[in-house]
């Protein structure tokens, strides 16, 4: 049964960096895209950053305006983890973060990490 776990979530001032992490078990995702969404308090789950392969070797990011440029995604296939860095955060990015994993018609989601940005 595929789990995934999220890690990293933390209280932190705004300007400051976090990096979660997505530990993978009974899924191999090697072909598979990965992406990161979150949550913020009353609002729905949006889109954070993705990778897609594309072939063996390369691979596609993409971001969401709102963090491009200061949230890196990152795979490690071989180990099975996804990750997510961010640097200067926002009190707006405060939000409960969730990876996925999507291979053929199923998504398989995490049950999240609270990232809280404030002073």
């Known amino acids: 049964q595929a789990q995934l776990v999220e890690s990293g979530g933390d209280l932190v001032q705004p300007g400051g960096s976090l990096r979660l992490s997505c530990a993978a078990s009974?899924?191999?995702?090697?072909?598979?895209?990965v992406a990161w969404y979150r949550r913020a308090p009353g609002k729905q789950r949006d889109f954070v950053a993705s990778i897609t392969p594309l072939g063996d070797i390369n691979y596609k990011e993409s971001y969401a305006d709102s963090v491009k440029g200061r949230f890196t995604i990152s795979r490690d296939d071989a180990r099975n983890t996804i990750g997510l860095q961010m640097n200067s955060l926002k009190p707006e990015d405060t939000a409960v973060y969730y990876c996925?994993?999507?291979?053929?018609?199923?998504?398989?989601w995490g049950q999240g990490t609270q990232v809280t940005v404030s002073s």
């Open positions: 996925k994993v999507s291979r053929g018609d199923n998504d398989y």
């Open positions: 009974g899924i191999i995702f090697r072909f598979n895209p």
